[in-house]
């Protein structure tokens, strides 16, 4: 039986929190396989002023080239429409109908699980797996694990070293020219090469 795992995200740009949640998921779960997916249009964010699929697409594959067990999928990309994690995850589950499945996901998305599109149902296909995205969100994470254990939905909590990144603050950096440490060097030098997060220009 295998570990697969699903990590979705409008990933606006990639960075390196991003990157290393992703080392920290293969190691820690013992993953066999992790699913890198951009959306297409995500159900909880403002959509549109999104860098194009086809750039986040290739940011992502620049970011973990050196992840041989991350797989860039362009499922919701390619899909089209509001990228609703429980269509994902039935696709998973017809992709891999025996196999152990586990949804990754930052505090924000943890944390506001209930409010998702047919949330039960995503917690009977996966586990969830929470990476810490703050320095004190270790009381509200248990909180909520409680409320959803009680539902008969499991979580796991990944011992990633916090990140504080945002992809807003970097998007900010680079309209104004500046360098970002945030991002891998692989995908700066991208963002560069191709003129994005410069204005309207950018997109």
Not at 35 to 51: A, N, R
Not at 105 to 132: H, K, P, Q
Request: glycine share 8%; with cysteine.
């Amino acid at each position: 039986m295998a570990r697969i795992g699903v990590y979705g995200g409008t990933f606006d740009p990639v960075h390196l929190g991003h990157v290393g949640v992703c080392r920290q998921a293969v190691s820690q779960l013992r993953l066999d396989l992790l699913h890198l997916i951009p959306t297409f249009i995500p159900p909880h964010k403002e959509s549109s002023g999104l860098v194009s699929g086809e750039h986040r697409l290739a940011m992502c594959r620049l970011a973990v080239q050196d992840q041989p067990k991350v797989f860039v999928d362009e499922y919701e990309l390619a899909r089209g429409g509001v990228s609703y994690s429980v269509e994902t995850l039935r696709h998973m589950r017809e992709l891999y109908p025996t196999d152990d499945l586990y949804l990754i996901m930052g505090t924000d998305n943890y944390l506001t699980f209930t409010e998702w599109r047919e949330w039960r149902r995503i917690g009977a296909l996966c586990t969830l797996a929470v990476a810490s995205r703050e320095l004190d969100d270790k009381e509200a994470l248990y909180r909520q694990a409680r409320l959803l254990t009680r539902e008969g939905i499991l979580t796991v909590f990944l011992d990633n070293d916090v990140q504080v990144v945002s992809s807003t603050e970097i998007r900010n950096q680079l309209n104004s020219g500046l360098c970002c440490p945030g991002l891998p060097e692989s995908v700066q030098d991208y963002i560069v090469r191709h003129g994005l997060y410069r204005g309207e220009a950018g997109r």
